[in-house]
Each structure stands twice: as C-alpha cells, then as structure tokens.
C-alpha cells in the first residue's frame, strides 16, 4: 500500500532502485535507457519509474537533497516495498587534485558530522559503509567497461553553504575524503539496520582545488558514464 511519500503500491517498485538526487535526472534516465516505462510516484514532484534495462526489471526515483531526504525514501522503499539493492548516483564536489570534475567516485565509506544515524537507531561512530558485496559487483562492472573510478570516503554534509568556508584540506587529510556530497551517510545506515544492500557513485560536478563548475543542466543529463555503471550493475545483481 501507498505511504505519505510514495503512492506506488506493492510490487510496483523492482528490488534494485537507482536513485539520483534530483528528480529530473531521474526523468533524464527513464526517457533515454528503460524500455517500457511506467510512473510509480508523483508525490512532491519526487519522480519514480519502473521499467526494462536488457530484460530486466528496475526502479529509478529521486531522493530529494540531504539526508533527512533520502532517510525518508530509501527505509520505506526498503521497508515497505522489498526493495533490497539502491544505488545512489549523484554529484560531488572534489577536496583533492586527483580527483577531477567528470571523474567516478566509488564510496567505501562515507564521513559526516551528522545526528542522524545517532537518532534513527543511536549509531554513534561518525563513518558509515556501503554493502561490500554490491561494491564489488560495481567494480567488477567498472574494470569490464574499462571505466576508471576513484575509490575512497566521501564526506556527507549537512550544510551546503558553510560560513566561512568549508574546511575540505582538514576533512581530506584526517578523515579521507576525496569529494563532498549530502546522502550516502544515511542511505548506508537505513541499509545497514535494515539488513539490505546500498552503494554510492558519484560524479564530480564541482572542485574546491580548481574552482571548475559545471552548469545544473549537464548534472542532470551528462553524467552518462556513471549512468551506464549502475544500469549494467543493476542487471547482473
């Protein structure tokens, strides 16, 4: 049955659901890869679909911005709609040179200075982790396409807009982290106390080392590498 947020009924919604941040993307990936696509949700303009990527059934829906976003999202499609595998694919900005705007970004963990793990089931270690099994299968498919990605903790904010400025040198070189994004801390937590599998990948959009942007209509509709990785994971899990 439907929830306040999302107004699919069960069965309706695959069990792997890709899941990038802004709706529109999600839009973007329906109309140019799924075959057969149907509407599952319009509550809030948070867009969700279902359809066939090379014979197989998968979800794609947005998350919204922030953790108390994809919180909401990702424990009721895995609580009650059977959900078992997201994938989060969004942007980032990157903390070092190495990693550079268009890169790919694996999340082996993610850093954040957040309450939420803390309130949701009283978790108070300030990293949490992706599900190994589905990295491995994301890099197993990364090496088969021969697309590079970077592997390392991204940094999970709060806040976008920090006075003063972002303190990115001392995240990178106590904690880590390559690049900052606003979701993975607490999609890997509702996964880990739910018993279901979740990962991250991410496209770097911004770099606080270059100061390099690129527009918010390529966020939605040039990530296409990254797109393609999660698409052909999706079909082999």
Known sequence: MATAHIQAEFGEIAKTVLMPGDPLRAKHLVENYLENPVQFNFVRNMFGYTGIYKGKKISIMG??????????????????????????????????????????????????????????????????YPSEKLNAEIIKKAQELKLPIHQSCVHSSDVFYVEGGSDYKKLSEEYGCTCVEMESFALFHNAKVLGKNAACLLTISDSFITKEEISSEARQTSFDKMMELALETAVSI
Not at 109 to 124: L, N, R
Request: proline share 2%.
């Open 63 to 128: 998350s919204g911005m922030g953790m108390p976003s994809i919180g909401i999202y990702s424990y009721e499609l895995y609580s009650q709609y059977g959900v078992e595998n997201i994938i989060r694919i969004g942007s980032a900005g990157s903390y070092v040179k190495e990693v550079k705007v268009y890169d790919v970004v694996l999340a082996d963990s993610a850093y954040s200075q957040s309450s939420y793990a803390k309130v949701q089931s009283g978790y108070d270690k300030d990293k949490t």
